[in-house]
């Protein structure tokens, strides 16, 4: 699925491009999350990046597609603010380290294979640390036998079963669903979604 995002941002605007996402800025407006050094994983063109250096923030953002990379450092040097943008896969980091106080993902762990998802959760422990937040969220609904049946004809993601969140991250994180779909409607695209606050605990690794 790489080509795909890399040449959609490298030829066309893709659809998510531009928007500071709603639950983020009213997070960091209330104050639930203070200025620390961030890490925004599938940061694409880096809208979301570049409001927290705007606020304060320390930022790296990541991403696998260079030509995003690329539309992210244009759009930071615009705004006058410093974000280090890395090219990085998040199943299998390299060029980055160090524990984070905020880690952010907005729809780039639900576009993983159950796999990889496993390999990212892994990475998101090495990035925390205790009384780190992590903001996620992520398409989220019963998938249908077609859903699934594509997803692995593809090689991609599925929308997050209800309850994943919990079982993926409950272990080490304290997690608090902050806003999604009350009601899964299958004739509008996301059928549903959610969105989750978590912050890592005190239990050993």
Known sequence: MRWFYELGYRFFRMPWEGDVRKELVELVEEGRIAPGRAIDLGTGTGSNAIFLAQHGFEVTGVDFAASAIEKARQSAEEAGVAVRFVV??????????????????????????????????????????????????????????WERWLARLLGAGVAFQPGEAEGRFAEHFDVERIAGSTEINYSQWPPGYAAYLMTRNHCPE
């Open 88 to 145: 990085d896969d998040l199943t299998h980091l390299r060029h980055v380290d160090g524990s984070f106080d905020f880690v952010l993902d907005y729809g780039t762990l639900d576009d993983l294979s159950p796999r990889d998802r496993e390999l990212y959760a892994q990475n998101v422990l090495a990035l925390t640390h205790p009384g780190s937040q992590f903001l996620l969220w992520v398409h989220e609904w019963p998938s249908r036998w």
